[in-house]
Antibody, heavy 123, light 107 residues
Framework: EVQLVESGGGLVQPGGSLRLSCAAS????????MSWVRQAPGKGLEWVSA????????YYADSVKGRFTISRDNSKNTLYLQMNSLRAEDTAVYYC????????????????WGQGTMVTVSS | SYELTQPLSVSVALGQTARITCGGN??????VHWYQQKPGQAPVLVIY???NRPSGIPERFSGSNSGNTATLTISRAQAGDEADYYC??????????FGGGTKLTVL
């Protein structure tokens, strides 16, 4: 079965750090670009970061640039998001998603999504 | 940065046709993807690359893209189509961009 399973969410204080993981199964993980997308409570979808299939190219939304780092371990079929200097406005459900075509971000659509993991930034 | 504009809400009578628009500068030159999201669930891809339906998505869902507007059309709307819908494109300067989302209500 093709699936993505996120983990690592939780409650963290402002200024703190958290690392999210996304475990992939059922497809050739290294062949596809991956992204993190977040959704604040009651708000719309916001793309956060993307990485190429090889891991050699990364992209970030301006809102997280310099604070978040995306990476992947193709030997473990796992995507990561290291989040530092967290702010209250980073509170959201974080989804990982896989593109349906090609290893370069922007080549395809997000055909596979995880169930999401909640990150709450609060003192 | 590139921006996508969607109406906040669209209403449609049961069995009629709903059209949800997504506006962007010269969006017709880009590939547009559409997602459906129901409360408490992850988004689901319903249209990719302007007008293609993934397997399992009913033929009632269709898409078009030209000029400055892309459109998601839902024919013979059903109660189960009530959801939030998001358009998405890749922009060479901004990377991935989502529209603000449209809440579809089936009356």
């Amino acid at each position: 079965e093709v699936q993505l399973v996120e983990s690592g969410g939780g409650l963290v204080q402002p200024g703190g750090s958290l690392r999210l993981s996304c475990a992939a199964s059922g497809f050739t993980f290294s062949s596809y670009a991956m992204s993190w997308v977040r959704q604040a409570p009651g708000k719309g979808l916001e793309w956060v970061s993307a990485i190429s299939g090889s891991g050699g190219s990364t992209y970030y939304a301006d809102s997280v640039k310099g604070r978040f780092t995306i990476s992947r371990d193709n030997s473990k079929n796992t995507l990561y998001l290291q989040m530092n200097s967290l702010r209250a406005e980073d509170t959201a459900v974080y989804y990982c998603a896989s593109e349906d075509y090609g290893g370069k971000p922007g080549s395809g659509a997000f055909d596979i999504w995880g169930q999401g993991t909640m990150v709450t930034v609060s003192s | 940065s590139y921006e996508l504009t969607q109406p906040l809400s669209v209403s449609v009578a049961l069995g009629q046709t709903a059209r949800i628009t997504c506006g962007g500068n010269n969006i017709g030159s880009k590939n547009v993807h559409w997602y459906q999201q129901k409360p408490g669930q992850a988004p689901v891809l319903v249209i990719y690359r302007d007008s293609n339906r993934p397997s399992g998505i009913p033929e009632r869902f269709s898409g078009s893209n030209s000029g400055n507007t892309a459109t998601l059309t839902i024919s013979r709307a059903q109660a189960g189509d009530e959801a939030d819908y998001y358009c998405q494109v890749w922009d060479s300067s901004t990377a991935w961009v989502f529209g603000g989302g449209t809440k579809l209500t089936v009356l």
